[in-house]
């Protein structure tokens, strides 16, 4: 069955780093658009970044220049490199595999940073 599992989350100071990862099974990797959507409490999910199945990356205005996308297809993994982290940052971060119509979610992970 798919799954994807997102790590990496937790409590960071404004201004801090932290890497997200998001482990894929179950599906093609190599063939998947994969993507990172986050969910502040009391807002809907938004998207942070994606990268195509050939690498082309996309991020959000609010992102850009902090985050960096990218996907290791050997190890089915996508990540997130997430710097100079405001408090505006926190959210449930999830993961997001599609192929055309086919769209997986993982369980999300937490970031939370403190002012």
């Known amino acids: 069955q798919v799954q994807l599992v997102e790590s990496g989350g937790g409590l960071v100071q404004a201004g801090g780093s932290l890497r997200l990862s ?13 993507g990172w959507y986050r969910q502040a409490s009391g ?20 992102v850009k220049g902090r985050f960096t996308i990218s996907r290791d297809n050997a190890k089915s993994t996508v990540y997130l490199q ?4 405001k408090p505006e940052d926190t959210a449930v971060y999830y993961c997001n ?17 403190s002012s």
């Open 43 to 62: 807002k809907q999910r938004e998207l942070v970044a994606t990268i195509t199945d050939t690498g082309n990356t996309n991020y959000a205005d609010s």
């Open 97 to 113: 595999a599609q192929l055309i119509a086919t769209i997986r979610w993982g369980q999300g992970t937490q970031v939370t940073v």
């Open 82 to 85: 997430m710097n100079s982290l």
């Open 22 to 34: 998001c482990a894929a099974s179950g599906i093609i990797f190599s063939i998947y658009a994969m």
